[in-house]
C-alpha cells in the first residue's frame, strides 16, 4: 500500500477490551475497530501494533485485524508489512548475570529471544501462553535475548538489585525488563526512517502509563476513555472507551478516513 501516514495502537485496553479476556480473541476487539483498521488502510494510513510482547504473542491479533506490521518487546524489534527491518538484544554478559541473580533468588524468569521463549523451570504462567517454549537448564542460558519477563505482583522483587537495567510493571502480575535506551518511541523513530516520514505524519492510541512515551513521542496522541489520568493528561485527545468505539470516533475526529 501507499503510505502517507501512520497510526500506532496498544493493545490491552486499546484495540481490544480488557474485560473481556475470557471470550474468544475475536470478541474482544470491538466490531467498530475492525471496520476502523479497514478503513484507515483505504486512506493510506499504515496501522501498526507497538506492544511490549513479543512478534509470536502478536500474530494471532495481527492477522485478525489484518495488521502486517509491530513494534514488539518495547521496542527492540520492528517489523514492516511483515518484513523484519530492526532488532536488538541485550548485552549477553548481561544476561547471564542477570539470570544467574534470578536463579540465586528463585526468581521466576522468562525470556524473549530470537528463537522463541525460554523459560526457567521455576515458570509457570508463562506455559500456558499456547506457544512452543524450551525450558534453560541450570547449566545454560538463553542467546540473543530481546527483553525478560517475570511474573510477579511485586516489582520489588526484581526492582531491588537489578540496577543494569529497566524493570516495567506491564501488568499486575507481570515485569518487563529491558535496556535503560529503549521504548515504544525508539521503534517509532526506527519506522520513520524507514518509511521517510516526518514525526507530523504519526498518531498514537494508548490507554496505560506505559503507552506514555509513545504518546509523547507523535505528532497526535489520543487517549482512550478508560486510560489512566496520566495518559490523559499527555494526550492531545481523549475518545471514548475502547467498547464505546474509541478507535473509531477518535480516527474520524482526526480526519484519517478523509
Known amino acids: 500500500m501507499k503510505i502517507e501516514r501512520v497510526a500506532f495502537f496498544d493493545i490491552d485496553g486499546t484495540l481490544f477490551d480488557s474485560s473481556k479476556y475470557h471470550l474468544p480473541i475475536e470478541q474482544q476487539v470491538p466490531d467498530s475497530t475492525y471496520l476502523a483498521i479497514e478503513k484507515l488502510k483505504a486512506n493510506n494510513v499504515l496501522p501498526i501494533i507497538a506492544t511490549g510482547r513479543w512478534k509470536n504473542r502478536m500474530q494471532d491479533l495481527g492477522d485478525l485485524l489484518n495488521i502486517d506490521s509491530f513494534i514488539t518487546s518495547n521496542g527492540q524489534a520492528v517489523h514492516i508489512e511483515n518484513d523484519l527491518v530492526y532488532q536488538n538484544y541485550i548485552d549477553q554478559a548481561l544476561v547471564e548475570r542477570t539470570i544467574d541473580e534470578m536463579r540465586f533468588r528463585d526468581v521466576p524468569g522468562f525470556f524473549d529471544t530470537k528463537k522463541g521463549l525460554h523459560l526457567l523451570p521455576n515458570v509457570v504462567h508463562a506455559r500456558d501462553y499456547g506457544e512452543p517454549f524450551k525450558i534453560v537448564p541450570d547449566t545454560e542460558y538463553p542467546e540473543h535475548v530481546l527483553q525478560m519477563l517475570v511474573t510477579t505482583e511485586n516489582i ?23 535496556p535503560f535506551d529503549v521504548s515504544k518511541a525508539n521503534g517509532i523513530d526506527k519506522v520513520l526512517d524507514v518509511l521517510n516520514l516526518d514525526i507530523s505524519q504519526t498518531y498514537a492510541f494508548g490507554d496505560a502509563d506505559n503507552d506514555l512515551e509513545m504518546l509523547a513521542k507523535v505528532g497526535t496522541s489520543v487517549a482512550m476513555g478508560n486510560g489512566t489520568d496520566n495518559v490523559k493528561k499527555t494526550a492531545d485527545i481523549i475518545t471514548s472507551e475502547v467498547w464505546n468505539d474509541g478507535i473509531y470516533k477518535a480516527c474520524e475526529q482526526l480526519g484519517l478516513f478523509d
Open 156 to 178: 520489588r522483587i526484581v526492582s531491588d538489585w537489578l540496577t543494569e537495567l529497566k524493570v516495567v510493571q506491564t501488568a499486575p502480575s507481570h515485569l518487563d525488563i529491558y
